[in-house]
Structure formats: structure tokens, C-alpha cells
């Protein structure tokens, strides 16, 4: 068994300013002051849009990454649905075939250590769920019958488009102190990789 943390990256190079132009375009034509386009215009304009709640526009632009999480937390993501997911399947992966090294992955718990009895006690009953899961292919289960004692840790990925208005909401409700701690820090960690990126988008959550 191959016990990894959860991670994620983009999926294409980020460029604020061309992002910034695009969406200034598409939301002057809403107060018809294209004219006032300039190369310093963007930033000002849109920042203002999301003080007075004018969000829609920021609808014109998207945003891809990839994520590595576990299917439980994976489970939440896709409950957005304003997105676009291309997800792993474990109808059609066979985690006893080599190109996964015959072992399923799992997404180390965050919220344990693994010295503690809890992480103990989390790492053995994967280790049996693994055990039968491979014991079912051996009898001649597929993958998508077998996948039936896969757990929530189980690692997964997926691709995720939303667009930066979706992202903000996405985001926003992510981070908050209620949400679920692997979740949390996920969602935290892309959202301060954004605040970077594109900090007049994001800067505000």
C-alpha cells in the first residue's frame, strides 16, 4: 500500500494580465466605456466591479488544476457544480495491474500523526481493505465489482475547470473554519497560490 499527501498544481500558465484584459473587455461593453481601456485600466476596473457585487463578468475566464485528494474529499469538490471534472475511475482501473505498482494509493490523514493510535488503527484496516480487494480480482472480479471495498482514503485525481467566479465561491467556503480540515487545507493552499497569481480576483477571501 502507498500511503501519499494530497496535492495539486495548474494545469496551464497563469497570466494575470491577460486574464485582467479579457474579462475588462467582455464587462465594459456592460457600461459601453470601452474607451477607457488602457494598459493600466484593468486592475482598477475590476476591483471595483467586486466591491459593488458586479460578479458575472469574471464568468469569461477559467481556471484549471489538477488535484490529488482522497475520493472523500473529492466527493465534496465535485458537489460544485458550475465545473467541469475529469476524475480517475476505479470502474476501469485495475490497482493490481502493474502500472500502479499492484497496490492501491491512499491520502495520508492530515489530521493524525503517525505515531498516534488513531493513524494506527487507520493504516491497518486499509491494509486489509487492500488485501481484499486484490483477493477479489484474484477471483476474478472487475475493477468496478471489486472497487466495492475501496475506501474514502483511496487516492484519486482530477481535473478541475471552474470559472473565477466559481473559484471565489469555491474558495471562500472552503477555507472556512467549518470545513472539513483536509478540505481546509487544500482549498487554503490553492487559494493563497491565487491570492499570488491573481491578486486583485482573490486578495478580497
Not at 104 to 118: L, M
Not at 145 to 174: C, D, G, Q
Not at 186 to 203: H, V
Request: hydrophobic share 40%; glycine share 2%; with cysteine.
Amino acid at each position: 500500500m502507498n500511503i501519499v499527501k494530497q496535492q495539486w498544481w495548474f494545469n496551464e500558465p497563469i497570466s494575470e494580465l491577460d486574464i485582467m484584459k479579457r474579462i475588462e473587455k467582455a464587462a465594459r461593453v456592460c457600461y459601453k466605456s470601452e474607451n477607457r481601456i488602457s494598459e493600466e485600466s484593468a486592475n482598477h476596473f475590476i476591483a471595483w466591479l467586486i466591491s459593488i457585487g458586479h460578479e458575472s463578468v469574471l464568468e469569461h475566464e477559467k481556471i484549471t488544476v489538477t488535484v490529488i485528494c482522497d475520493r472523500g474529499i473529492s466527493h465534496q469538490i465535485v458537489r460544485h457544480r458550475i465545473a467541469s471534472y475529469s476524475q480517475e475511475s476505479t470502474r476501469f482501473c485495475n490497482y493490481s495491474d502493474n502500472r500502479f505498482g499492484n497496490e492501491i494509493t491512499v491520502i495520508s490523514p492530515s489530521f493524525w500523526e503517525e505515531n498516534e493510535e488513531t493513524y494506527k488503527v487507520w493504516k491497518s484496516t486499509l491494509e486489509v481493505t487492500e488485501s481484499a480487494y486484490n483477493k477479489l480480482i484474484e477471483l476474478g472480479a472487475k475493477p468496478e465489482e471489486a472497487r466495492s471495498v475501496l475506501p474514502n482514503s483511496l487516492k484519486t485525481e482530477i481535473v478541475i475547470t471552474m470559472n473565477i467566479r466559481e473559484w471565489r465561491h469555491f474558495l471562500r467556503i472552503r477555507t472556512m473554519k467549518e470545513a472539513h480540515p483536509q478540505m481546509k487545507e487544500l482549498a487554503t493552499d490553492i487559494l493563497n497560490a491565487f491570492r499570488i497569481k491573481l491578486p486583485t480576483l482573490f486578495g478580497d477571501i
